[in-house]
């Protein structure tokens, strides 16, 4: 590899690590936090920003701070698409092994955003329309994908959002929201218990390795996802899971 084209890959590598990173810090930082948290020094990220900026990947703000640029949401909805796509087969796999819908869900800035979704074969079924935005506190998905995040980071989520009561079963506290979520960390999965929903139950696990933070769930009546029910669903929620996990890290996924 010549030395140009070497040090054009690097740059294009430190380039989306300060992408990484700024998301990871909320989507607006400046360059002193990136150099403070990628050891690069100033004038190289100012360089690799300015590249960025021209590109309208990310945006300078009037605090002269860095922000991430709106060309980024076209490439975001067009990853999320994709994903729900590659998911849809291991999807299915999970609706034949369950009876029960199945879903897939990221979580996007404070809401879980739903990108794809198998429905059940019952007459009585659950559904939610792919690209909808939930607050995460009352669905099984948003409780399994905020057990991984720091409970720092979760309270002041919750203090962005607040935490408003879709059914009477709803935790709306932030106390017993996360005595919940260390449940979820020992039990290895989360429940929606007609928290969303009156009458509806959902099951949910995280997607381990996934390259953004995801989550697949079912969900159907109380009456069919029961506590018996529960301990047949959540071995194939987790091995579903897995083979997806290794599907989403390969270079060209592929179905069961």
């Not at 002193?32 to 920003?49: D, F, V, Y």
């Not at 034949?96 to 979704?117: K, S």
């Not at 409970?151 to 919940?180: H, K, N, S, Y």
């Not at 029961?226 to 897995?242: F, M, N």
Request: charged fraction near 20%; aromatic fraction near 4%; charge should be negative.
């Amino acid at each position: 590899m010549s030395a140009d084209r070497a040090g054009g890959v690097q740059s294009l590598e430190r380039a989306f690590d300060l992408l990484e990173r700024m998301a990871d810090s909320g989507g607006e930082v400046g360059l002193s936090e990136l150099s403070a948290s990628s050891g690069l020094p100033l004038p190289t990220i100012h360089r690799l920003m300015r590249t960025l900026v021209a590109c309208g990947y990310v945006r300078q703000q009037a605090n002269r701070r860095y922000a991430l640029g709106p060309r980024l949401i076209r490439l975001g909805e067009g990853a999320a698409r994709l994903l729900g796509t590659w998911a849809r087969p291991y999807l299915a796999d999970l609706v034949e092994a369950t009876g029960e819908t199945a879903n897939m869900a990221l979580l996007d800035g404070d809401e879980v955003v739903y990108v794809a979704q198998v429905p059940s074969r019952h007459s009585m079924r659950m559904f939610t329309e792919v690209g909808r935005r939930v607050l995460p506190h009352s669905t099984g998905v948003g409780k399994a994908l905020l057990a991984e995040v720091p409970p720092q980071e979760v309270r002041a989520l919750l203090a962005r959002t607040g935490m408003p009561a879709a059914t009477e079963r709803t935790i709306t506290e932030p106390d017993a929201f996360l005595a919940e979520l260390e449940r979820i960390r020992s039990q290895g999965y989360a429940v929606d218990d007609n928290e969303q929903e009156v009458g509806v139950r959902c099951l949910a696990v995280t997607v381990p390795g996934s390259p953004t933070a995801a989550a697949i769930s079912i969900s159907g009546p109380a009456g069919r996802v029961t506590e018996a029910a529960t301990d047949k669903i959540i071995p194939i929620l987790h091995d579903v899971a897995g083979h997806l996990a290794t599907a989403l890290t390969t270079a060209t996924p592929q179905p069961q």
